[in-house]
């Protein structure tokens, strides 16, 4: 698997990247992509949406990264941070700690919460995603499940 996001543009009916093999749309359609967001602090996994700077957001088709972008996230965006994943086409977060109700926040909108996935380096975490080897841990979940809400 290649981590190195590749450069994709849209030509002549076809998609190609900067190695110039190209993929029809026709294929492209039937390839699953996936949009993951990674709330950073400091290069890692924020342990806390509310503590990150910025979310890098992955571009993931038939299991590698096609496309990688940085988006800054202000106060505003904190607070409408569900109708904006869902406007990004984002599919799945990766987060390490989340209140019942921050949880509650996403489900209508159909985007994948992947919940008290270990603090580690972002490129880990991509490549644990597409193995399908992303592990939540245990402590994490059970706080949140014994959580009260008021």
Not at 20 to 38: P, Q
Not at 92 to 108: E, G, Q, V
């Amino acid at each position: 698997m290649v981590f190195q996001p590749k450069t994709w543009s849209i030509c002549a009916g076809f998609l190609s990247n900067n190695d110039d093999s190209r993929l029809s749309l026709t294929r492209l359609k039937s390839v699953r992509v996936k949009k993951l967001a990674i709330p950073v602090l400091k290069g890692k996994l924020s342990v806390y949406l509310e503590q990150s700077k910025h979310f890098q957001v992955f571009t993931i088709a038939d299991g590698n990264v096609i496309s990688e972008e940085i988006e800054n996230i202000s106060k505003k965006l904190l607070d409408r941070l569900p109708e904006w994943a869902k406007e990004k086409g984002i599919t799945d977060i990766i987060i390490y700690k989340a209140s019942k109700s921050t949880i509650h926040l996403f489900a209508p909108y159909g985007i994948n919460l992947f919940v008290g996935i270990p603090v580690s380096t972002i490129r880990r975490l991509v490549e644990d995603y597409i193995l399908g080897q992303l592990k939540s841990d245990e402590k994490i979940i059970s706080s949140i499940m014994i959580q009260h809400e008021h």
